[in-house]
């Protein structure tokens, strides 16, 4: 649409004597311009996720369309010098609108990425010189599951064992997404940790065959840590899910209930589309997608370390405090120079899994065990209601309201959560 608003003020611009048979490429560049508008249009209606870029990014690509047919038909055809000078007006005054499109791009993208402070890029880059710090200690291996090759780690405690907690991350996350203290509180308390790479991300990868590039859903991902637990000959363990990890956890729960000894639903939901309750503030993914193009598209390996830093940020959303820079900079380094770094596309495949599930409201109504339902009440990405509908509708569920949390697990409040989730454990005992 600001393609032929704009054509239809520029050509105006152009004397009537000089304009001779450019009604050719009039014709050209409006049906284009039309054809991109309604494209826009279409792109921003299905895939809304994506806005601002499925919107303008079409007037880019429609505009380059334009000129592209322009100049081929251009060079097909004679013309006098007076149309060859209208012609060359109108090939800059397209080219000045493809720069400012691009510019705007680019001020949009940046204005909307919170900034990283003098002292985090310190950090980073002291970081960066320093040798890459060992994050994988306990035993590691890998688990058949579906056509995946999951890899897991299992870090046992220094005494006595009072049982297992597999640890189940949220969306477009790896196994060392965990904080370093939320696992040791569990292992000074006496259980073994296993977290595991989901689908997509880290070391997990996906088998030869026919289907590599299909979807998968949430069932089908939550058959992936009790393959783990399989292969450790784990009988049952203490489920701790966080947002995605939250919701596959809750299917387990419902699918395998023998095989948990207990389930802890961190910033989660039981049916993220309840038209009953509040929805993910629309700005967080918009925010989320400009800082990938900003940090990881276009970034090098420091700008993709700093990226895990302002991911953070947004999904603070109100929620204040410090960001513990020096282990989320390690964690990211690790990744990128000794596993398969970050993969956007998985966090897509992991989106599509969450929206093509179906409410657990009723089966959830049905388990029996100890349940825990965690969650900030300043979370931008799945409100505190959804947590609050969980503890309605699940028997025996305990709660923990947390303030200045939002869609993470803030440095401070580690231990707070960590001494709670024991406690459903032995609740379970």
């Not at 499109?101 to 204005?111: D, E, G, K, V, W």
């Not at 590599?212 to 489920?239: G, H, S």
């Not at 809750?250 to 929805?279: K, Y």
Request: charged share 20%; with cysteine; glycine share 6%.
């Amino acid at each position: 649409m600001f393609l032929v608003i704009a054509y239809d003020l520029l050509r105006y611009l152009i004397p009537v004597e000089k304009y001779n048979n450019l009604w050719f490429y009039e014709h050209i560049y409006k049906m284009v311009a039309a054809f991109t508008a309604l494209l826009a249009a279409a792109e921003g209606t299905l895939f809304p996720d994506y806005t601002p870029y499925s919107q303008f990014l079409p007037s880019v690509f429609g505009t380059l369309l334009a000129i592209g047919f322009i100049i081929y038909f251009y060079k097909k055809r004679k013309h006098s010098k007076k149309t060859m000078v209208a012609f060359k007006k109108i090939l800059r005054i397209s080219g000045i609108l493809i720069i400012t499109l691009l510019l705007s791009a680019s001020i949009y993208t940046c204005a909307s990425v919170p900034k990283v402070s003098k002292e985090t890029n310190q950090v980073i880059e002291q970081v960066m010189k320093q040798p890459v710090p060992e994050m994988v200690k306990g035993e590691i291996g890998f688990a058949i599951s579906n056509g995946w090759n999951v890899w897991y780690e299992s870090i046992s405690p220094k005494d006595s064992l009072k049982g297992t907690v597999i640890l189940v991350m949220g969306a477009a996350n790896d196994a060392l997404a965990w904080p370093q203290q939320f696992i040791s509180g569990f292992n000074d308390a006496g259980y073994r940790v296993v977290r595991y790479d989901h689908r997509g991300t880290g070391l997990t990868t996906q088998q030869k065959g026919p289907d590599r590039k299909k979807d998968y859903t949430l069932n089908e991902m939550a058959e992936d840590p009790i393959a783990i637990l399989d292969t450790l000959a784990i009988e049952k363990a203490y489920f701790v899910g966080a947002s995605m990890g939250g919701m596959i956890s809750q299917v387990v729960a419902i699918e395998h209930p023998e095989r948990l000894a207990g389930l802890t639903s961190i910033m989660s939901s039981a049916n993220l589309f309840d038209t009953l309750l509040p929805s993910p503030a629309p700005e967080i993914l918009s925010k989320m997608i400009s800082a990938v193009i900003k940090h990881d598209i276009f970034g090098g390996k420091k700008s993709k370390i700093k990226l895990q830093v302002v991911q953070k940020k947004i999904l603070m959303g109100d929620a204040t405090g410090d960001i513990a820079v020096k282990p989320l900079a390690e964690a990211a380094l690790y990744t990128i120079e000794k596993r398969d770094g970050y993969h956007f596309i998985a966090g897509r495949q992991h989106q599509k899994a969450i929206e093509s599930s179906e409410s657990r409201y009723k089966a959830l109504s049905k388990i029996d065990m100890p349940v825990l339902i965690v969650h900030g009440k300043q979370d931008p990405v799945i409100p505190i209601a959804h947590g609050k509908k969980m503890v309605e509708i699940i028997p025996n569920a305990d709660s923990l309201w947390l303030d200045n949390m939002g869609h993470d697990l803030p440095d401070a409040l580690l231990e707070t959560i960590c001494v709670k989730v024991i406690e459903n454990f032995e609740r379970s005992q």
